[in-house]
């Protein structure tokens, strides 16, 4: 199956601009990516990762540069064309509602459903198929708010591959699971990138899981942005300057970050 690029970003400056001038929390960002890729994104807390999400996502502009999505400008979409293109899965909460987890599915087709919403029996066969990929069909009945944490991120994750768009986008997935859970999700997104041949990108902090099992990873320190397979990263000393603490450090030949004793 092919690789093809979905997304790519060219000479990306990121970061807010005001009546004051220009913040730039990230500049010279260049990245490609491909179908059926799991991507990680990494960096230290306040780096900038989820600024560099929002301007991937086309929901923040850049100050610089361009963010190309499947050969045109990601801020040339309308809302529902964008909408077939790439779906998120974010990690604030749900508004309170009675949904179904099936209903929850469901709204992945709101790009394609009718003024009404209603479903064809296309797009219920869709939302059976994405519960079915995802092991979520026993929950299609339970309340959204009667599962797990767990099982609702899976849940999420789920209605955006109803959604069927070639990039899907999730900031910190990982957060508030537990280690099985954690392990389980991740896994879960590897399978779906390469089975559906589409691209995942995800940012974590858990550092030592996104080394096992994603295809490429993203490194943001102060100084720049880096993407490459985790092999190299590992290599070539990119992960030593993640962290501006000398209480810890990436040991290569345990492939994972240690804490110095004292």
Same mark, same amino acid.
């Given at each position: 199956?092919?690789?093809?690029?979905?997304?790519?970003?060219?000479?990306?400056?990121?970061?807010?601009?005001?009546?004051?001038?220009?913040?730039?929390?990230?500049?010279?960002?260049?990245?490609?990516?491909?179908?059926?890729?799991?991507? *990680?994104?990494?960096?230290?807390?306040?780096?900038?990762?989820?600024?560099?999400?929002?301007?991937? %996502?086309?929901?923040?502009?850049?100050?610089?540069?361009?963010?190309?999505?499947?050969?045109?400008?990601?801020?040339?979409?309308?809302?529902?064309?964008?909408?077939?293109?790439? #779906?998120?899965?974010?990690?604030?909460?749900?508004?309170?509602?009675?949904?179904?987890?099936?209903?929850?599915?469901?709204?992945?087709?709101?790009?394609?459903?009718?003024?009404?919403?209603?479903? %064809?029996?296309?797009? /219920?066969? /869709?939302?059976?198929?994405?519960?079915?990929?995802?092991?979520?069909?026993?929950?299609?009945?339970? !309340?959204?708010?009667?599962?797990?944490?767990?099982?609702?991120?899976?849940?999420?994750?789920?209605? *955006?591959? *109803?959604?069927?768009?070639?990039?899907?986008?999730?900031?910190?997935?990982?957060?508030?699971? $537990?280690?099985?859970? !954690?392990?389980?999700?991740?896994?879960?997104?590897?399978?779906?990138? #390469?089975?559906?041949?589409?691209?995942?990108?995800?940012?974590?902090? $858990?550092? $030592? +899981?996104?080394?096992? +099992?994603?295809?490429?990873?993203?490194?943001?320190?102060?100084?720049?942005?880096?993407?490459?397979?985790?092999?190299?990263?590992?290599?070539?000393?990119?992960?030593?300057?993640?962290?501006?603490?000398?209480? /810890?450090?990436?040991?290569?030949? !345990? *492939?994972?970050?240690?804490?110095?004793?004292?």
């Amino acid at each position: 199956m092919e690789n093809k690029i979905i997304l790519s970003a060219k000479n990306l400056s990121t970061g807010y601009s005001s009546k004051r001038g220009k913040n730039i929390i990230g500049s010279e960002i260049n990245l490609e990516f491909k179908s059926g890729n799991l991507v *990680a994104l990494i960096g230290a807390n306040g780096i900038g990762k989820s600024t560099l999400l929002r301007t991937l %996502t086309g929901i923040q502009k850049p100050i610089s540069g361009e963010v190309i999505l499947n050969q045109k400008n990601i801020n040339s979409y309308s809302p529902k064309e964008l909408a077939q293109e790439l #779906s998120m899965v974010l990690t604030e909460n749900l508004p309170p509602s009675n949904l179904t987890v099936f209903e929850l599915v469901a709204l992945g087709r709101q790009p394609y459903t009718n003024w009404i919403g209603k479903l %064809t029996s296309e797009d /219920i066969s /869709i939302i059976n198929d994405a519960l079915s990929m995802t092991q979520s069909s026993d929950l299609a009945t339970k !309340k959204h708010f009667e599962i797990s944490d767990g099982q609702l991120q899976k849940a999420l994750i789920t209605r *955006a591959l *109803a959604q069927d768009t070639p990039l899907i986008v999730l900031d910190e997935p990982t957060t508030h699971l $537990d280690l099985l859970h !954690k392990v389980s999700l991740l896994k879960l997104l590897k399978k779906l990138a #390469s089975e559906t041949n589409k691209c995942v990108l995800f940012s974590t902090h $858990d550092l $030592d +899981l996104a080394l096992q +099992l994603s295809d490429q990873i993203i490194v943001m320190n102060s100084e720049k942005t880096v993407m490459d397979f985790p092999e190299n990263l590992i290599k070539n000393g990119t992960l030593d300057s993640l962290f501006k603490d000398e209480a /810890i450090y990436f040991d290569k030949e !345990k *492939a994972k970050f240690i804490l110095k004793n004292d």
